[in-house]
């Protein structure tokens, strides 16, 4: 059974999560509404995968801390970021402090529990849209670093990423399963990836916005 820490200072929010995985079938469900008490419940449960949000009681990014702290004592802890911050610059950040994925409250129910899918499962998620933004920033931030892909090997890389497919990209960018596959080879030539498992670690380093990527 999977046990899930929500940690949201926002009340409907932590209820409208609990029904949304009570009803895909997870019972077991701890929550806090503040980084410390996430924290100390985290040291005494020990959860199967945390879901934070990054603005708590009204201290900006206090998130962001919490997710470092929990990072720091589980090195393979599944995190969930739940936010309403829609700012590249802001995914990233989590991201480099150790987030799994990164969502935002706009999202659909299904988004919400295909995200918490992946998460659990230990591969990474954001948003379409978002993923493609932080790896832009990523280029502008690090010219030197994968700055020779070219737009469509950019929009590829971000969502190989999520935990995508090739027949997932193709039907994302409107293309043709060869275009995706002809580009992932291109991509493994530019990056020193020699197989796909290498390419996608390759894209996560990526995303999270560091070339030697995150210890994990």
Known sequence: MTRVLLIDDHPIILQGCRYLLEDAGICELLEASSALAGYRLFRRQRPDIVIVDLALN???LAGLALVRR???QAARMPILVFSMHADPVIASRALEAGATGYLLKDTSAADLLEAFDKVRRGQPYISHDLALEVAL?????RAG???NLTPRELQVLALLAEGRAYGQIADDLGVSYKTVANTCS???????ATNLAELIH???Q???GSPGGRQS
Do not use: P
């Not at 920033?137 to 931030?141: N, V």
């Open 70 to 72: 929990l990072r720091a």
């Open 137 to 141: 920033l990523a280029t502008r931030g």
């Open 202 to 204: 390759r894209a996560i």
């Open 58 to 60: 009204g201290s900006g």
């Open 145 to 147: 670093f994968m700055a």
């Open 186 to 192: 291109q991509l493994k030539g530019k990056l020193g």
């Open 206 to 208: 990526y995303l999270a």
